[in-house]
T-cell receptor, first 117, second 115 residues
């Protein structure tokens, strides 16, 4: 069975601080996909990144960066120089590969990030 | 390109009633998935439809059902509503090609309140 754990329930930082959101996953599959989504107060889930299990290269996109480590089953997300607009709930999610199971996302509990001015 | 749309956005029902929620996916996306979000259980997968067929189902009772039409639009139905069905219901669409898992794009959700 798949499982995603986001141990940080809430994080509060001051604007311009860097913040890292942790994500640990469990799966027995060798091929799987990992995702991060953002849910602002409006409620709509916004896709941020998708990573497959064969690509451990870390990625940077503007102020966002992701650190994928299969050895520790972690897929952490860092926001550099945080801004008030980054305040939201962030979800890490996992999906198995395959035509029948591929669209089933297993989400973590979410981390509420509050960036104070 | 228009995003995923869901109607209605808000719904208030009473116990025992039934409800139908609608979702229109992004043009070209043939896979539609539904999720339930509650404060206690978080985000949980309900089911996925592709080419008008249910391909995957989460651990929900049979009161939760869905269907997909030939234009990929999808509906989900909840019969005999219970108080615990109060939740945000999210629809997501994605490309689906072979065994590759693409990102899902979510709609704004339908907020269902059961009184």
């Amino acid at each position: 069975a798949q499982k995603v754990t986001q141990a940080q329930t809430e994080i509060s930082v001051v604007e311009k601080e860097d913040v890292t959101l942790d994500c640990v996953y469990e799966t027995r599959d060798t091929t799987y996909y990992l995702f991060w989504y953002k849910q602002p107060p409006s409620g709509e889930l916004v896709f941020l990144i998708r990573r497959n299990s064969f690509d451990e290269q870390n990625e940077i996109s503007g102020r966002y960066s992701w650190n994928f480590q299969k050895s520790t089953s972690s897929f952490n997300f860092t926001i550099t120089a945080s801004q008030v607009v980054d305040s939201a709930v962030y979800f890490c999610a996992l999906s198995e590969a395959g035509e029948t199971s591929g669209s089933r996302l297993t989400f973590g509990e979410g981390t509420q990030l509050t960036v104070n001015p | 390109k228009a995003g995923v749309t869901q109607t209605p956005r808000y719904l208030i029902k009473t116990r025992g009633q039934q409800v139908t929620l609608s979702c229109s996916p992004i043009s070209g996306h043939r896979s539609v998935s539904w999720y339930q979000q509650t404060p206690g259980q978080g985000l949980q997968f309900l089911f996925e439809y592709f080419s008008e067929t249910q391909r995957n189902k989460g651990n929900f009772p049979g009161r939760f059902s869905g269907r997909q039409f030939s234009n990929s639009r999808s509906e989900m139905n909840v019969s005999t509503l219970e108080l615990g069905d109060s939740a945000l219901y999210l629809c997501a669409s994605s490309l689906k090609v072979g065994g590759v898992v693409y990102e899902q794009f979510f709609g704004p959700g339908t907020r269902l309140t059961v009184l």
